[in-house]
């Protein structure tokens, strides 16, 4: 499948036009568009990164067609575009259950992980996974989001909470968190 | 880092190492969901229903946490220089007053967690495990001394990295790396103009399996 570099005019006629009359230009944007791909795709999926910057280009053009009045899509849809095609492909891959490369080849690595080791974090994980479950719902969502790696901060933007808020819903579900895996025999 | 601060992570590195391979499910939300519910767009009762599900759904917990470490780089990567140094200069009273904020709030926090005892959450313990560069985004690195640098993501990690040219051009990778630094070999560069802006990005993988992907980083040659 030809990349976007490859694309034909016509389907590419009405960024070529913006980008020839706007600021940025079209080999700008399709530059950006490229690394915002890269930086979403994981390493064991970079062989298919060519269609996957085709799959997104596409929907960038078509989301371009939509909105008339604003062709310069700006680095957040640009990001977004790009993220959703990749998600989209890296399902793709889960459905099929293929295996991923990397996967293979670390196999034979010696920085291989240690199988006790990762079978141990997955029950721990799956025991978390269960814990959540029985949380209040404020708290399960703010632990959540904490074991994402999200500050308190961040949490009460996405929640739309008080600072304070996000912190006490995280400090009680946390304890709670550790009561249940405590209960469970589960230690990380 | 304190003995809770090994938990949290122990926590946070468990919780994403619960079959991520599992294949998405029905009542997995669409990528776009997921994006704006991470920046806080949509409807709260929206954002709320997308974070129920990746309470219970490895994988798109897995989707979600791409999308955090891409929000980081983009909006690093989107801010030139000069943009950057434009918005200092006009918002400096601001961040005058942001800082002072922040040493308060610092302040106070700290004096909350030593009452709170060890099994205090650590708040900003993500900041800790995320990759970043050491190496100065300004400066431009002899081709016969390009060496990559980056933050320790943990005890016993071992790291691989990719170098790409922006087109994507693959110059350089290693992995099973120990050290936190890479010298990209002169011969790879030697076909790539004076000039150059180098891609280049890392992955951990800690002893329990867990991963780590840092942001896109960028680096200049001479």
């Known amino acids: 499948m030809p990349g976007p570099d490859q694309g034909d005019e016509s389907a590419t006629s009405t960024l070529g036009r913006e980008a020839r009359s706007g600021p940025t230009g079209e080999a700008e944007l399709r530059r950006r568009f490229r690394a915002q791909v890269a930086r979403f795709c994981p390493s064991w999926l970079h062989s298919q990164i060519d269609d996957i910057v085709q799959v997104a280009w596409m929907r960038l053009r078509d989301a371009q067609e939509k909105n008339e009045r604003n062709r310069d899509p700006g680095p957040s849809l640009i990001a977004k575009v790009a993220y959703c095609a990749t998600i989209d492909e890296i399902r793709r891959q889960r459905r099929r259950k293929e295996v991923p490369v990397e996967d293979v080849a670390e196999a034979a690595c010696s920085a291989a992980p240690d199988p006790a080791r990762l079978a141990g974090a997955r029950e721990i994980g799956r025991g978390i996974r269960d814990c959540l479950s029985r949380l209040i719902p404020n708290r399960r969502r703010a632990v959540t989001l904490y074991l994402q790696g999200h500050s308190a901060p961040e949490t009460g933007r996405i929640l739309d909470w008080p600072l304070k808020r996000a912190e006490n819903m995280i400090f009680r579900g946390m304890a709670d968190l550790r009561r249940c895996l405590d209960a469970k025999g589960l230690k990380p | ?222």
């Open chain 2, 1 to 222: 880092m304190s003995e809770s601060g090994s938990v949290t992570e122990r926590l946070r590195r468990a919780f994403a190492a619960d079959e991520q391979s599992r294949p998405p499910g029905p009542h997995c939300p669409e990528p776009d969901r997921i994006w704006d519910a991470l920046h806080g767009r949509g409807g709260s009762e929206e954002r709320r229903e997308v974070v129920d599900h990746i309470a219970e759904c490895a994988a798109c917990a897995a989707d979600w946490r791409v999308a955090m470490v891409s929000a980081e780089s983009t909006e690093a990567s989107e801010a030139t220089p000069a943009t950057v140094r434009a918005g200092v200069r006009s918002r400096w009273p601001l961040l005058v007053a942001a800082a002072a904020a922040l040493l308060v709030v610092t302040l106070v926090a700290v004096d909350r967690l030593s009452e709170r005892g060890d099994e205090t959450p650590v708040y900003r313990a993500s900041e800790t495990t995320a990759i970043r560069s050491l190496i100065d985004p300004q400066e431009t690195l002899p081709r016969d001394q390009a060496v990559l640098r980056w933050s320790p993501a943990g005890e016993e990690a071992r790291y691989s990295i990719e170098i790409d040219t922006l087109g994507l051009e693959p110059v350089s990778a290693a992995r099973g790396l120990e050290a936190t630094e890479y010298q990209v070999p002169p011969e790879a560069l030697d076909e790539l103009p004076p000039g150059t802006t180098l891609h280049w990005r890392v992955e951990a993988r800690l002893p329990d399996g867990s991963r780590i992907l840092s942001p896109a980083f960028l680096a200049r040659i001479e």
